[in-house]
Every structure is written in C-alpha cells, then in structure tokens.
C-alpha cells in the first residue's frame, strides 16, 4: 500500500472513531445519571408506593401511594408554565391543588363531592388576589377580589347567579352597596358621592326610578324624589 493510501485510511479511522465518542458522549447520562422511562418503588408487600415518570402533559410527574394501594399525592408539570401539587384522600378522591402559572399562585379545596368549595390565588386580569367559596355543585357564592379602584364582595345566590356587590366603585373608586334579583339585575344601589351618601332604586330596565340623597347643589342639602 502506497503512503498516500495509508494516510488516507489512517484518517479516516481517526475520523470514525471521533465521531463515535462524541456520540457517545451525547447520549451517555451525565454524572452516571440512570435513564428510564418511569421508576417505581414497592413496599415489603410488594404495592407500589412511589411512581416517577413522564405525566400526560410531557413534563415530569410523581405519584406516591399508601398502603391501600390508592395514589394520595402526585406532583407534576402541567404545561410548560404550570406546576401542581394534588392531594388525594385515602379513597382516591381530590382533595386539594396546589400551583402556580402566568396568573400567580392558587390553592384549590374540594368537597366530599370532589366539587370546589373554595380557592384563592392570583388574579390573572391584574396584579391583585381572589377568594372564593362554593355551594354545592360547585356553584361560586361568595367571592373576595380586587379591582382597579379597590377591593369587592361579590354574593350570588344558590345557582352562581349574583345579587350583591359591596366594595370599591370598579370606576370611581367610592363606597358602594348594590342589590340586584334573581335575575341578577340591579334594583338597588347605595354610594358614596363627592357631595355625601345617595339611594337610588332601579326598575327592570336599569333606570332610575327613584332617590334619595344629598343634591349636588352648594348647599348639600336632602334631596327625594
């Protein structure tokens, strides 16, 4: 074999082989981390007790069991933005949630029913908080939040429909108190004004139909009509 020939296929053997140990490089763990698709770990009697694998949502995921068998905590990437911790009782119903995505922070609490009966968190509309508490079948009833003059209460009746909001005036900022019926139309309201306290009822059309207060008038003085 001529010396160029040898310099040739000395070269390309040099070449080959630099090109496996990279490739071994990128896929061997690194650290001496071991690879596997999911991990569980049994009792003495045998029943799992922990599960790491991939969840559903392609992130990480670990289940811990108790001695029944049944999952009581599984902690896992929801999305690529939205960790949670889920709790269980001992009969595989939800119990509570506890995460974190774009809006903030939230903790979910459940019913028997495995209904929400209550959660508070991140307001994801502003830079405020929220909390709320459920009837049965998960209808919203009383709900503790911020808007951009202040903070509101919100109370709805037993199917989610609202009929009283006390709180800070969404667009004045100023007390308010307003009543509204089944239908959640307003037919009351009670504020606070520049010039003092007013009354003013409603009919079904949303029109003033009739108030009581103080005119805007120097004098501030009584004013019905």
Not at 218 to 225: C, D, K, R, T
Request: hydrophobic share 40%; proline share 2%; aromatic share 6%.
């Amino acid at each position: 074999m001529r010396t160029i020939e040898r310099i040739a296929l000395y070269g390309l053997v040099a070449w080959v082989a630099v090109a496996a140990i990279d490739r071994a490089d990128a896929e061997d763990p690194p650290n001496g981390a071991i690879t596997a698709t999911s991990v569980e770990i049994k009792g003495d009697d045998g029943k799992v007790v922990m599960r790491l694998g991939a969840g559903s949502g392609g992130g990480g995921q670990l289940d811990l069991f108790a001695g029944n068998g049944r999952r009581v905590v599984r902690l896992h990437a929801r999305s690529d933005n939205d960790g949670e911790l889920i709790l269980y009782d001992d009969a595989g119903r939800l119990r509570a949630a506890v995460g974190g995505n774009d809006a903030g922070g939230y903790a979910n609490f459940y019913s028997r029913s495995n209904d929400i009966a209550s959660n508070i968190g991140g307001d994801a509309g502003r830079d405020g908080g929220f909390f709320a508490i459920y009837g049965p079948g998960g209808k919203r009833q009383v709900m503790c939040a911020t808007n951009d003059k202040g903070g509101s209460l919100t109370v709805s009746n037993h199917d989610g429909t609202t009929v009283a909001v006390c709180g800070a005036a969404s667009d004045t900022g100023v007390g308010m108190l307003s009543l509204g019926n089944l239908a959640g139309v307003p037919g009351a309201l009670l504020f606070a004004s520049e010039h003092g306290g007013q009354i003013v009822a409603l009919n079904t059309k949303k029109q003033k139909a009739a108030f009581l207060g103080v005119s805007a008038s120097p004098a501030g003085n009584g004013l019905i009509y």
